[in-house]
């Protein structure tokens, strides 16, 4: 082989190989970003936070006590209805006492059983509204973002704080309708975004059964205008990723040889 047909074939070879590189190059994936469903804490009642024992990005535990809100209101009544439940108390003995020497009527003494029960409810009732002025996690997690600081007045049904769950974090992404066949419940994809590990993958749990138009976020001009389908997936390391982080999907060799979603069904 002369020198020159070799330079030909080295050549040829490089601009294979340059080609080879920029179709990879032009396949982005399926573009989506990194979602999670979050755990809302709330007080029940309206009032005025007076502690936080927590930060955001803090690690919390089932139990962990997270907040206290002013309870002045709460105690007020657990103390009258205490008073009350005592009274109710000496006249179901009166009662009582009364019935088992013939003294008293049977009407008189279920009267006074009936305020008993009602009092002693209503005990339980002013107890269980003090508690709840103390916030407590209620899974494992960290603390996403903090809505309202001591001193701040929160009303009831707003939450205080949220909480990401490790289990709850999900990647969003839109595939076309071309593609749909090639995915299935269960499958592995492969994930990228920026400075993230090489082997970050994800399993598909929801697949939309109706289509929708390519959302805003997504700005690929050969996608654009065309129905898409949203798949969800859970990533197999959460841990190194962000709420709001774009990424980028790929589907997984392996994936490729299951049985598509069209077949399964």
Known sequence: MTASRTMKLITVVALA????GCKEKRDPGFQGWVEADMIFVSPDESGRVIKLNVREGDEVKPGDMLYSVDDDLQRADLNQNNATLANAQQSYDRAASLRGTGAGTQANLDSAVS???VAEARVITSQTRLDRRKGFAPIAGSIQQIYFREGEMV??????????PPGNMK???FVPETELPKLALGDEVRVTCDNCAADLTAKIYFIATT???TPPVIYSLDE???LVYLIQARPSRPDVLRVGQPISIYLNPKTNSKTPMAARR
Do not use: T
Request: aromatic share 8%.
């Open 17 to 20: 190989a340059a080609l080879a």
């Open 224 to 226: 654009r205008n065309k």
């Open 211 to 213: 289509a929708e138009y």
């Open 115 to 117: 305020a008993l029960r």
């Open 155 to 164: 009303q009831a049904q707003r939450p205080v704080l949220s909480i990401m």
């Open 171 to 173: 990647l969003r992404f």
